[in-house]
C-alpha cells in the first residue's frame, strides 16, 4: 500500500509539472536584446518609445493573450513586407540576417514579455 501512495504521489507530481512552463522555455532577455541590435533592429524599434517603428512594449501590448501572436511576428520578421514610416514612406521590413529559429523565436518571447 505504501508503494502505491508514493507511486501516485510521484505520477502526480510529474503530471503537474507539465502544466507549469519549462525552465528551458525561459527567454533569455540578455541574448535578445544583443540579437535586436547586431540585426539593427533598434534602429526603428525601441523598448519603451517608438521610433520609425512602434516600440516594443506597443507591440507586446498590441498582442498580448493573443494565441497566434507569436506566428504572427515571426511571419513579420521572415516576410520582408511593406511597412509605413511615420513620413508616409515605405520599405520592405528588414528580415534578420540571422537563420537560427530558436534566436528569432527568443526575441519574440522576449517582445511579448515586455
Known amino acids: 500500500m505504501k508503494a502505491f501512495i508514493i507511486a501516485g504521489a510521484i505520477?502526480?507530481?510529474?503530471?503537474?509539472?507539465?502544466l507549469l512552463p519549462q525552465q528551458s522555455l525561459a527567454v533569455d532577455a540578455e541574448a535578445a536584446q544583443k540579437?535586436?541590435?547586431?540585426?539593427g533592429c533598434l534602429r526603428c524599434h525601441g523598448i519603451d518609445r517608438g521610433k520609425d517603428g512602434p516600440a516594443y512594449k506597443e507591440v507586446a501590448a498590441k498582442y498580448k493573450g493573443k494565441p497566434d501572436a507569436e506566428a504572427k511576428?515571426?511571419?513579420?520578421?521572415?516576410?520582408?513586407?511593406?511597412?509605413?514610416?511615420?513620413?508616409?514612406?515605405?520599405?520592405?521590413?528588414?528580415?534578420?540576417?540571422?537563420?537560427?529559429?530558436?534566436?528569432?523565436?527568443?526575441?519574440i518571447q522576449w517582445i511579448l514579455s515586455l
Open 11 to 18: 505520477w502526480s507530481a510529474a503530471a503537474a509539472g507539465m
Open 35 to 39: 540579437l535586436t541590435r547586431a540585426e
Open 73 to 107: 511576428l515571426t511571419q513579420h520578421l521572415s516576410s520582408g513586407h511593406k511597412v509605413k514610416f511615420p513620413d508616409g514612406h515605405e520599405e520592405d521590413h528588414k528580415i534578420p540576417k540571422t537563420k537560427d529559429t530558436d534566436q528569432i523565436k527568443n526575441v
